[in-house]
């Protein structure tokens, strides 16, 4: 099992910045992808970014240039710069972990979730 705990969550005005922090613990061993998704009232959870192991990443493009995903595998931590934010950056975002080393943006397939943090950008 892996516990994921995020933090890093407020409320920001428009082109401000976060930093949004996921610690694992448990078998991290088993966190090959670690990545970041966020839900909007009314909306369905969407992926934003991934990061492998060995630090490939991958992005959604409404995010691309403005956010930054990374990882620190001696802290079991990856994190999310988001910059230039944007009111429709407004969600819950949810760290997520998965351990197959093929590539998927679907939050189906990602099995460790966890407890999500808010993000509110103010117009």
């Known amino acids: 099992q892996v516990q994921l705990v995020e933090s890093g969550g407020g409320l920001v005005q428009t082109g401000g910045s976060l930093r949004l922090s996921c610690a694992a613990s448990?078998?991290?061993?088993?966190?090959?992808?670690m990545g970041w998704f966020r839900q909007a009232p009314g909306k369905e959870r969407e992926f934003v970014a991934v990061?492998?192991?060995?630090?490939?990443?991958y992005y959604t493009a409404s995010v691309k240039g403005r956010f930054t995903i990374s990882r620190d595998n001696a802290k079991n931590t990856v994190y999310l710069q988001m910059n230039s934010l944007k009111p429709e950056d407004t969600a819950v975002y949810y760290c997520?972990?998965?351990?197959?080393?093929?590539?998927?943006?679907?939050?189906?397939?990602?099995?460790?979730w966890g407890q999500g943090t808010q993000v509110t950008v103010s117009s």
């Open positions: 997520a972990a998965r351990g197959s080393v093929i590539l998927t943006t679907t939050p189906s397939e990602y099995v460790y």
């Open positions: 990061i492998s192991r060995i630090d490939n990443t």
């Open positions: 448990g078998r991290t061993s088993s966190n090959y992808f």
